[in-house]
């Protein structure tokens, strides 16, 4: 999978693929990830890129000129591109499990006061991670591509993936590690039995527990 990522702060993503899982994938050419600087397709000597909105307002708006240079220079028949915005459909493991199929995702990070909406005819989805506003799409970019990165084969054992919080539209089973006892508090007797039937039972019994308590409207979509 190749990750296309075009935003005005690259530096952003100098931690995020030299560390930890990200980094191991690159290393391995699981996945490639691409930081492309939205300033270098600008036709000004400031590297402008955006100019204040139609119709007055506040704010300034990323122009479509250099963005749509930027996408147009990494852009194939098999990309799919998506513009981060908070109008967009919500991200969710579901759909991460969707876009890991494609072979290149173009990731565009909006700032400022937004994007000129004409950039819609360039895009395919619109995609937002939360009903919050932030600064930019990089930070959201980040998490899309973290999330679809974990799903890669190859990059973390299958069963673990398979068992994480929203894999099954359920959280996580409570999880735990030595020592059996600290400051008082003790590991569940069932997790020390031994018995592999009885602790898979009590895991998916304590999923459901935390899922029911926490966050009912899964449990009322799975049915």
């Given amino acids: 999978m190749k990750i296309t990522i075009l935003t005005l702060f690259p530096n ?8 930890s899982i990200i980094k191991r994938a ?3 050419k699981l996945v490639t990830i691409e930081i492309v600087n939205i300033r270098d397709f600008s036709e000004y000597n400031n590297q402008q890129v955006d100019d204040t909105p139609y119709g007055g307002g506040a704010g300034m708006v990323l122009m479509m000129d250099p963005l749509v240079k930027a996408l147009k220079s990494v852009k194939t028949e098999d990309s799919i591109t998506v513009l981060l915005t908070p109008t967009g459909v919500t991200w969710k493991q579901s759909l991460a499990q969707e876009y890991a199929k494609k072979s290149h995702i173009i ?5 400022y006061e937004g994007v000129d909406e004409r ?24 998490a899309i591509a973290d999330s ?24 996580d089973y409570p999880t735990y590690t ?25 895991r998916e019994e ?11 409207d899964l449990l009322n979509k799975e049915g």
Avoid: Q
Avoid at 182 to 202: F, Q, T
């Fill in 12 to 19: 952003m993503f100098s931690g995020f693929i030299s560390e």
């Fill in 26 to 28: 690159i290393e391995r």
């Fill in 107 to 111: 990731l565009i990070c909006g700032h």
């Fill in 119 to 142: 950039i819609l005819n360039y895009v395919d989805a619109e995609i937002s991670i939360g009903d919050f506003i932030l600064t930019g799409g990089e930070i959201p970019a980040m």
């Fill in 148 to 171: 679809l990165i974990r799903l890669i084969d190859g990059v973390i054992k299958k069963e673990s993936s398979e068992e994480e919080t929203f894999s099954h539209d359920l959280f």
């Fill in 178 to 202: 030595k020592p059996a006892v600290y400051d008082g508090y003790a590991v569940p007797d069932v997790l020390l039995s031994g018995n592999h039937e009885k602790i898979r039972l009590w």
């Fill in 206 to 216: 304590m999923a459901r527990k935390k899922t029911e308590e926490r966050r009912p």
